[in-house]
């Protein structure tokens, strides 16, 4: 059965009327139900809209809360209220369910939209920077004095020990040392990296 919209629902019966109307549907009477139904559908379903703001879920929405009414019509007690007022009660907690659960939907989806995510590759540009940084490197060589740049070239761009630097280099080892220190310094500063 379709809630009922706006102009569509029969007058509230009276106060007394829906609580009446609320026993026996607690006791599996379906024509109360249904005139239950036709007496709050506009009330119920005009609360969840203003609630939700979503049309289709709106309708969705107030036809669960609907079902819940006639599933348990029997907790309702007089005692602490109206049949209104405990219909538009779980009217509004289902709304505001329906809204929480949206959102956390919403941010679950972005969350894993955001960890998805991969950076375009750009070859062109990891290229030229590759070039570029190369360039720099050997800038910053050139200022070194020859001993430093023909240690460290030897030492890290042509994978030479040490001891085979200073062979090569026919320098003590101590001097290589010191002067490839002194180089990877110069050169450091030289690109700007911090130590």
């Keep these: 059965m379709p809630v009922a919209a706006r102009g569509d629902q029969s007058p509230t019966p009276h106060h007394?009327?829906?609580?009446?109307?609320?026993?026996r549907v607690s006791r599996g009477d379906q024509e109360a139900f249904e005139t239950l139904y036709t007496a709050v559908a506009g009330a119920v379903l005009g609360l969840v809209r203003r609630v939700v703001r979503d049309s289709?879920?709106?309708?969705?929405?107030a036809q669960e809360v609907l079902?819940?009414?006639?599933r348990s019509a029997a907790r309702f007690?007089?005692?602490?209220?109206s049949a209104m007022a405990w219909i538009m009660t779980l009217t509004h907690r289902r709304a505001v369910d329906r809204v929480r659960s949206a959102q956390a939907a919403a941010d679950r989806d972005h969350k894993a939209g955001v960890s998805a995510y991969t950076a375009p590759?750009?070859?062109v540009s990891e290229q030229v920077?590759?070039?570029?940084?190369?360039e720099q490197v050997?800038?910053?060589?050139e200022q070194l004095t020859e001993l430093q740049r023909e240690?460290?070239?030897l030492a890290y761009y042509r994978g030479y020990t040490y001891r085979e630097t200073a062979d090569l280099l026919d320098t003590a080892l101590g001097t290589v040392k010191t002067r490839l220190r002194d180089g990877l310094i110069r050169l450091r500063d030289c690109l700007g990296v911090s130590a």
């Design 151 to 153: 240690s460290v070239t």
């Design 129 to 134: 920077e590759r070039r570029l940084e190369r």
């Design 67 to 70: 079902i819940e009414v006639w």
């Design 56 to 61: 289709a879920q709106s309708e969705e929405v």
């Design 121 to 123: 590759f750009d070859e």
């Design 138 to 141: 050997r800038r910053c060589l």
């Design 77 to 81: 007690d007089p005692q602490k209220g």
């Design 16 to 23: 007394g009327a829906l609580e009446s109307l609320l026993d």
